[in-house]
């Protein structure tokens, strides 16, 4: 019997960033050749296990299902197809602000997505993405979603629907936040978070000005010295110097 595959948080989300990256422009040859392939499959459909031929990827799983289940999570970014074989891009661009993130749901819901689905049906909500988290080893309900609507307009109206009951009876209010606006606040954090990563050298290597030598601490013969010191370097190369005396002899000084 085959042992299941389940990565640790950390990885989870390297397998996910990993394939968006995949699918983002660039100059790579990944990407390259990526793109080319994406242009031959119809409808923009890659499959799974291409990608997992990739060294970037295959060092991180090798677990087709695995892939399949954590790009279910990718919020307007990448769609997974319903087999779970193949994944692409998502082409709309305003899905972002066709979709809400709505927190405050019960962890216990029996049927989170049914449930969700009935809570927004009036807008008729086109797909219901769960938040989820591992607790020994098994994945359970966040009690948080994004919710996709067709129009950009039905996404706004959803902010008015705050007051939840559960099929239990169970009222709560709840938070909902367009995933528009939740993108421009993550990646302003993320930007922040690498400023505040650089080691403090560099932070400062603008603000830091270079140490002017200090010439007042010179001696104040420092002159004299440095001339003595040549003189006699020259004497010492020279030899003795020789003079001319009154019988015309050299006489050593």
């Known amino acids: 019997m085959l042992a299941i595959e389940v990565p640790d948080d950390d990885t989870e989300e390297r397998i996910l960033k990993q394939v968006e990256h995949y699918f983002r422009s660039s100059a790579s040859f990944t990407d390259r050749f990526l793109m080319a392939r994406i242009e031959k499959e ?34 307007g970014i990448l769609e997974v197809k319903e087999d779970g074989s193949a994944v692409r891009k998502v082409m709309q661009t305003d899905v972002y602000s066709r979709t809400i993130e709505v927190c405050g749901f019960a962890e216990s819901l029996a049927s989170p997505v049914d ?44 902010h008015d629907l705050t007051a939840y009951e559960s099929p239990l009876g169970e009222r709560c209010i709840l938070k909902i936040k367009s995933l528009k606006d939740k993108r421009i606040e993550d990646e302003t954090t993320e930007r922040k978070k690498s400023s505040n990563n650089k080691p403090e050298e560099v932070k400062n290597a603008s603000k830091t000005k270079p140490r002017k030598e200090a010439w007042s601490s010179r001696p104040p013969n420092a002159s004299k010295i440095k001339a003595a010191y040549w003189n006699s370097r020259i004497r010492a190369w020279r030899g003795p110097r020789e003079c001319v005396g009154a019988g015309g002899k050299g006489q050593g000084s």
């Open 42 to 75: 119809k409808d923009g459909w890659v499959p799974i296990a291409l990608l997992l031929t990739f060294p970037g990827l295959r060092q991180l799983t090798q677990d087709a299902n695995v892939v399949a289940q954590l790009l279910r999570r990718s919020k």
């Open 115 to 158: 449930d969700i689905r009935e809570h927004f049906t009036m807008l008729n909500p086109t797909k219901v993405a769960l938040h989820s988290y591992k607790l020994d080893g098994n994945e359970l309900f966040s009690g948080s979603a994004t919710v996709e609507f067709p129009q950009a307009a039905l996404a706004e109206a959803a």
